[in-house]
């Protein structure tokens, strides 16, 4: 299979450091150009990841013949914006999450594809790792009984003003940044979406009065899932999943260290010590290197991306309707 040639819009820290060095050991792909309105920023990063091609401009970049895929991990404002300009010009897009600023974006991004025929996807990379899918066969095998529950955090501790994570302009705040993971992984879990969900938003007029600490119930036709994420509070993670005959966590839930073995703590309730808790451990792998090469397969076979367009709604959705809900104080419809 002829490997897809990679174009990188804009040097973001997640990018160079992260999501580029773990494509660039996949089977499917290479990592080819990457782009940046500041070529200077582009030629370093260019240096520091071992990509052959540069460009001083995002449509530079999109002009090139020899760019078969886009990946676009630019603020989130210029998500949708950026990714149908690289449809219209005849790219394949893997937009990161979440994937707009609100379900109205998400839904033209989607005409965008239809329109052009390209394949386009969220690059949610929690989908493809084998732990995630682990943790959807045991649940979806009984293993902890009639799934009931679940409860998610995550945060860390920025108090930057100049950080885009906290200009509400460009889609900053907690909600949007890590919120979505809990969202993502209780929907892909239960199996469902949420009926109606109910929020609370702390805003930080420090920081462009984006959320800072949000919390949220998701009302699930057969369960309901809980979380709290916060950009100023220390960093942690955690996403455990209750049934009526036990319960199962994987240990590091959203960014499991690549390369290194991964946690699954099952356990199945008959103490509250853990007498009957056991660790299932999956081989290391970096989901960013699997997100990458799924993708690329998606392209050459004309298939079905990891996590496509309509997954990336419904996310939205949620989002849109935790915002909603901190606003009016009622439930909400997503």
């Known amino acids: 299979m002829q490997k897809v040639r990679w174009g990188v819009l804009g040097a ?43 460009y001083g401009s995002y449509a530079e970049m999109l002009a090139d013949p020899e760019i078969d895929a886009i990946y676009n991990p630019l603020p989130n404002h210029l998500h949708v914006p950026l990714s149908i300009r690289a449809a219209e010009a005849g790219k394949h897009v893997l937009c990161e999450k979440p994937l707009g600023m609100n379900a109205a974006e998400v839904r033209e991004l989607i005409a965008a594809r239809d329109r052009t025929g390209v394949t386009m996807g969220e690059a949610f990379m929690v989908q493809t790792h084998p732990q995630w899918l682990r943790v959807v066969e045991l649940v979806r095998g009984g293993r902890i009984g009639q799934l009931r529950s679940a409860v998610g955090t995550f945060s860390y501790f920025k108090l930057d003003a100049d950080n885009i994570r906290n200009i509400r302009a460009y ?11 809990p969202i993502k ?11 109606r969900v109910s929020a609370s938003i702390v805003r930080d007029p420090r920081v462009d009065n984006v959320d800072v600490l949000t919390s949220a119930i998701l009302d699930f036709p057969s369960g309901q899932c809980v979380f709290t994420v916060s950009t100023q509070v220390q960093s942690q993670q955690s996403m455990g999943f209750y049934g009526s005959t036990g319960r199962i966590a994987p240990e590091i ?9 991964s946690r699954i703590v099952i356990d199945d309730g008959r103490d509250v010590v853990g007498s009957g808790r056991v660790v299932e451990e999956i081989p290391p792998c970096d989901q960013y290197t699997i997100q990458g090469d799924l993708f690329s397969r998606a392209i050459r076979e004309r298939g079905q991306p990891p996590v496509p367009l309509e997954d990336a709604l419904l996310n939205m959705r949620v989002i849109d309707a935790v915002f909603r809900s901190a606003e009016t104080g009622q439930w909400e419809k997503p």
């Open 185 to 195: 992984c209780a929907r892909m879990v239960f199996g469902q979406e949420p009926l």
């Open 171 to 181: 889609g900053g705040g907690a909600l949007m940044d890590i919120g979505c993971y």
């Open 12 to 54: 973001a820290r997640i990018a160079t450091t992260k999501v580029i060095p773990a494509m660039q050991k996949g089977q499917l792909l290479e990592v080819t150009g990457i782009a940046s309105r500041d070529r200077a920023k582009a030629e370093k990063a260019a240096r520091q990841c071992g990509i052959p091609r540069t």
């Open 253 to 261: 839930p959203f960014n499991a260290v690549p390369g290194e073995i």
